[in-house]
T-cell receptor, first 111, second 113 residues
């Protein structure tokens, strides 16, 4: 069973602060890693992907990947109340065509 | 460009009834998936398809069936509905290749009573 683990939270940060979301995975052969944002009652939407060790930045979002530690994280700089949502980590293994999802971390940004 | 379209958005079924959840995508994606999402449990894969005529089971296939006769459509059939199938169902699709992510439909909220 391929496992993806996230701290369910809730994580609360003040507006303007950095929010740090973490994810670990069990399949050492995993190739690509995705972060989805899901607002309450809505479907997940893709915000970042990463497949090489190191950092990848896109606007206020930075994804960090450490394959040796089997760890991927998402940093949200200058957090805004509109960032309040559940963030899902998804991992694609080295075999198969499906993604494995964590249970998500609930983030609340306090104005 | 509509993306991934799911119907219906909401449905209440009685125990033992059957229904089909519809999913259509207009992005010419090869791969399509059905997930269910229960509170606090994350997304669990029910079935997936890598192309027309090819389907495969995911983690939780019992009580469900699928077909993929065209690239665009991937319906999910529930036979003999049970309360345990109360959930939110998401259809997703993606193009073959790394690192293409999923595009999700808006979901179907199903209640079995």
């Amino acid at each position: 069973q391929k496992e993806v683990e996230q701290n369910s939270g809730p994580l609360s940060v003040p507006e303007g602060a950095i929010a740090s979301l973490n994810c670990t995975y069990s399949d050492r052969g995993s190739q690509s890693f995705f972060w989805y944002r899901q607002y309450s009652g809505k479907s997940p939407e893709l915000i970042m992907f990463i497949y090489s060790n190191g950092d990848k930045e896109d606007g206020r979002f930075t994804a960090q990947l450490n394959k040796a530690s089997q760890y991927v994280s998402l940093l949200i700089r200058d957090s805004q109340p509109s960032d309040s949502a559940t963030y899902l980590c998804a991992v694609k293994g080295d075999t198969g065509n499906q993604f494995y999802f964590g249970t998500g971390t609930s983030l609340t940004v306090i104005p | 460009n509509a993306g991934v379209t799911q119907t219906p958005k909401f449905r209440i079924l009685k125990i033992g009834q059957s229904m089909t959840l519809q999913c259509t995508q207009d992005m010419n994606h090869n791969y399509m998936y059905w997930y269910r999402q229960d509170p606090g449990m994350g997304l669990k894969l029910i079935y997936y398809s890598v192309g027309a005529g090819i389907t495969d089971k995911g983690e939780v296939p019992n009580g469900y069936n699928v077909s993929r006769s065209t690239t665009e459509d991937f319906p999910l059939r529930l036979e003999l509905a049970a309360p345990s199938q109360t959930s939110v169902y998401f259809c997703a699709s993606r193009m073959r290749g790394v690192p293409n992510g999923y595009t999700f439909g808006s979901g179907t909220r199903l209640t079995v009573v």
